[in-house]
């Protein structure tokens, strides 16, 4: 399995841009979470999906941050507009259904690393 | 809800020595405990975990924690470490749903 997918590695915008990133879960995993990490804040859970529905989104810091899931396979986060302070690396995640045994161990993208200028 | 707290940020051992990286958890119910690694530029990736069962939890690259309820503690320790072994680790509690937190993280890093 080619593990969880995020794409692009490496995003520099600048500010007032839309950022979107983008990930491909591990097939079979019905558990998608979006994370953002800081040197200040450390890991903070954004938003998560199970069975593409969003369940928590109560870490998104602001209406200018979207996240959808419009399948199985696919989620993308949107920022728009972006700023300086949005600047992190932003990490997908995703696990099997809890029922099914997951028992929330999370697989890990290599996360984007986005600069907002 | 439930939480983690890593007490120290930072710490420095000798290549060879033993290392323990410390974890405590808040949570009202049997937690579920992770610890994760995140190497430079990477994502996490997982040591161990613990559900129930034998208290001591033996993870890949030779690490192992141990679960002490009466402590709220989840230490995780590993009796020679390798200079490879330099990297952020981070503790996690789960809660039984698709709620996990995360700790703030321990930074490790490790002389020749």
């Known amino acids: 399995d080619a593990g969880v997918i995020q794409s692009p590695r490496h995003e520099v915008t600048e500010m007032g841009q839309e950022v979107t990133l983008r990930c491909k879960p591990i097939?079979?995993?019905?558990?998608l979470f979006w994370y953002r990490q800081t040197m200040m804040r450390g890991l903070e859970l954004l938003i998560y999906f199970n069975n593409n529905v969003p369940i928590d989104d109560s870490g998104m810091p602001e209406d200018r941050f979207s996240a959808k899931m419009p399948n199985a396979s696919f989620s993308t986060l949107k920022i728009q507009p972006s700023e300086p302070r949005d600047s992190a690396v932003y990490f997908c995640?995703?696990?099997?259904?809890?029922?099914?045994?997951?028992?929330?161990?999370?697989?890990f993208g290599p996360g984007t690393r986005l600069t907002v200028l | 809800a439930q939480s983690v707290t890593q007490p120290d940020i930072h710490i420095t051992v000798s290549e060879g020595a033993s290392l323990e990286l410390r974890c405590n958890y808040s949570y009202g119910a049997t937690p579920y405990l992770f610890w994760y690694v995140q190497s430079p530029g990477q994502g996490l990736q997982l040591l161990l975990k613990y559900f129930s069962g034998d208290t001591l939890v033996q993870g890949i690259k030779g690490f192992e924690a141990e679960f002490k309820r009466s402590q709220s503690s989840f230490n995780l320790r590993k009796p020679s470490v390798h200079w490879s072994d330099a990297a952020e680790y981070f503790c996690a509690v789960g809660a039984g749903n698709n709620d996990m937190r995360f700790g703030a993280g321990t930074r490790l890093t490790v002389k020749p």
């Open positions: 097939s079979g995993h019905n558990s």
């Open positions: 995640a995703s696990s099997l259904p809890w029922a099914a045994g997951g028992e929330n161990e999370q697989f």
